[in-house]
């Protein structure tokens, strides 16, 4: 497989690694995007790959919280100016009241569906559009609903360019939602806890810890020990509750929640833009194909 500069740019970014080492890794395995980052961490040159890390599109994220109801949703706009403008956010805060009320189930479906004012949800967007002089979008979603007995965690940062959502079982404080809302939206891990992590995942990461191991010279009879220790730091990065808590270092988020008699059901957490490409304009050569149409 032929591999293209793109290519290699993507998993520099992804990885942090020279270029030469991204050429090679993609060279070895056959342009695999997810098995040259793997081949670069086995050789000790990358850290493990966050999917998402990258904030590549402007918007808003936000939450709207109604009772025992909850919306989390992100609308993209193409930058950051009109994210700030007074109509956009008046924007997101309608849709988020239009989803809570209808409760769709895709964006697709939100689309088609008829707001107050008679216009499909897909119209009033486009008429946001006009007004406003920039392509936005209604991108994802997500309904939660509790108990009397549970608590939301609504937690903004930087006025809605990380938002998450969590739902705490077992206390009614919202302040303690929010505290491990905050601790989510700083430390960003993937799972509650360890059991949500799949099988294939854990092994997937022993291989690539046992060669990583096997490449640093470690005698084998002890890279087995060390593998399962590393293991542990893994959870620690992805797992909500194995992670230390960031308002107390001493406690790990498991042991302030269990403090306070509560569980963590689930979170969402969103990241404006994370996972979109943002496009890249060259300039020079958009000044010359202005020229070139004179």
Partial sequence: MAITAQMVKELREKTGAGMLDCKKALQETDGDMEKAIDFLREKGIAKAAKKGDRIAAEGLAAIKVEGNDA????????????????????????????????????????????????????????????????????????????????????????????????????TTDESVAKDVSMHIAALNPKYVSRDEVSAEEIERERQVLTQQALNEGKPE?????????????????????DQTFVKNPDQKVRQFVESKGATVREFVRYGVGEGIEKREDNFAEEVMSQVNKK
Avoid: W
């Fill in 71 to 170: 919306v989390i949703l992100e609308v993209n706009s193409e930058t950051d100016f009109v994210a700030k403008n007074e109509g956009f956010q008046t924007l997101v805060q309608e849709l988020g009241s239009h989803l809570l009320a209808n409760k769709p189930s895709s964006v697709e479906e939100t689309l088609g569906q008829k707001m107050d004012n008679g216009a499909t949800v897909e119209e009033h967007i486009n008429s946001a559009i006009a007004k406003i002089g920039e392509k936005l979008s209604l991108r994802r979603f997500e309904i939660k609903t509790k108990t009397d007995n549970d608590a939301f965690g609504a937690y903004l940062h930087m006025g809605g360019r990380i938002a998450v959502l969590s739902v705490l079982e077992g």
């Fill in 221 to 241: 009879n002890i890279v087995a020990k060390m593998v399962e220790g590393r293991l542990g730091k893994y959870f620690e990065d992805v797992c909500l509750l």
